[in-house]
Nanobody
Framework: QVQLVESGGGLVQAGGSLRLSCAAS????????MGWYRQAPGKQRELVAT???????NYADSVKGRFTISRDNAKNTVYLQMNSLKPEDSAVYYC???????????????WGKGTLVTVSS
């Protein structure tokens, strides 16, 4: 069984920074893609950033130049460095991993439980 544990959310003033982390635990051989999505109240969940080994990271236009996604394959962990935060970045941020291989399974998709980011003006 694979579990995702997110951390790093919180309250920050506009212009500030936060760093989110998401660690995947379990008997994992490899993970194809890792990423972050967010969902603000009353809105649909949207992509923030994704990273797949061997390809360039992908970012939503709204966060380009402010957010940086990275991953540590040895730790099965994905990070999201968020700088120059804006009130409109406030949302629950969800970790997502795709293509997870264990000794006995290949699973397309796992989601974390989410971590709340609140940016005050």
């Amino acid at each position: 069984q694979v579990q995702l544990v997110e951390s790093g959310g919180g309250l920050v003033q506009a212009g500030g920074s936060l760093r989110l982390s998401c660690a995947a635990s379990g008997n994992i051989f490899s993970i194809d893609g890792m990423g972050w999505y967010r969902q603000a109240p009353g809105k649909q969940r949207e992509l923030v950033a994704t990273i797949t080994t061997g390809t360039k990271p992908n970012y939503a236009d709204s966060v380009k130049g402010r957010f940086t996604i990275s991953r540590d394959n040895a730790k099965n962990t994905v990070y999201l460095q968020m700088n120059s935060l804006k009130p409109e970045d406030s949302a629950v941020y969800y970790c997502n991993v795709q293509g997870v291989r264990t000794p006995t399974t290949y699973t397309l998709n796992y989601w974390g439980k989410g971590t709340l980011v609140t940016v005050s003006s």
